[in-house]
């Protein structure tokens, strides 16, 4: 669990990344939850965003994707956040 200081942190990381997931009319398939967490174990910090026509809100949809990729979340608007420490000693660029 990260603290207000860590959550800060990796917000201000996300903002120089680009959004590469977007959640839609779809939702959140077992193919999405094992996409995003490929990219979190490659990259560490992904940022998402939740379209006009997703039946999640933004909220929601991290949430549920947070605890499908044991990750932690921040959420900000329609965009969130994910975080999650790699396996890999290789992939690690984070330090919280």
Partial sequence: ??????????????????????????????????????ALEARELIKL????????????AAEALAEACMAEV???GSRFVLWRCSSKEKNRKIEP
Avoid: H, W
Wanted: positive net charge; charged residues 25%.
């Fill in 49 to 60: 965003r939740t379209l006009d026509n997703c039946s999640y809100s933004p909220r929601e």
């Fill in 1 to 38: 669990m990260l603290n207000g200081k860590q959550r800060a942190m990796l917000r201000r990381m996300a903002n120089g990344i680009d959004t590469i997931f977007q959640i839609g009319k779809g939702g959140l398939s077992e193919e999405t939850v094992k996409t995003v967490s490929d």
């Fill in 74 to 76: 921040c959420v900000t």
